[in-house]
């Protein structure tokens, strides 16, 4: 199993960037995804996930309407969007594989992760 980010970089507060996650080496339509970050100090924060079929997808409040998950199956692809960026939206972005069986309502677990992928937001 092997996840890789990209796509993060630094932006002006108020742009926006496009993190992709390649998966590969296991079926990746049959499974949930998640997005993960973590910032400088502070412990791991979930900001999406995506079902396997891409049409159900969960934010908490701090990125709702701002950042949109998505994926193309027939690729192997993760993606997020993310808007309206802000400072405290700077962390090491991360794409995680959703452990089969678990959910929002039962608490997302995480069996692979990606090596993250660096968004800074600064003027």
């Known amino acids: 199993v092997q996840l890789v980010e990209s796509g993060g970089g630094l932006v002006q507060p108020g742009g926006s960037l496009r993190l992709s996650c390649a998966a590969s080496?296991?079926?990746?339509?049959?499974?949930?995804m998640s997005w993960v970050r973590q910032a400088p100090g502070k412990g791991p924060e979930w900001i999406s996930s995506i079902n396997t079929g891409g049409g159900g997808t969960y934010y908490p409040d701090s990125v709702k309407g701002r950042f949109t998950i998505s994926r193309d199956n027939a690729k192997n692809t993760l993606y997020l969007q993310m808007n309206s960026l802000k400072p405290e939206d700077t962390a090491l972005y991360y794409c995680?594989?959703?452990?089969?069986?678990?959910?929002?309502?039962?608490?997302?677990?995480?069996?692979?992760w990606g090596q993250g992928t660096q968004v800074t937001v600064s003027s």
């Open positions: 080496g296991f079926t990746f339509s049959m499974y949930d």
């Open positions: 995680a594989r959703v452990v089969i069986g678990t959910s929002q309502l039962t608490g997302y677990e995480y069996d692979y």
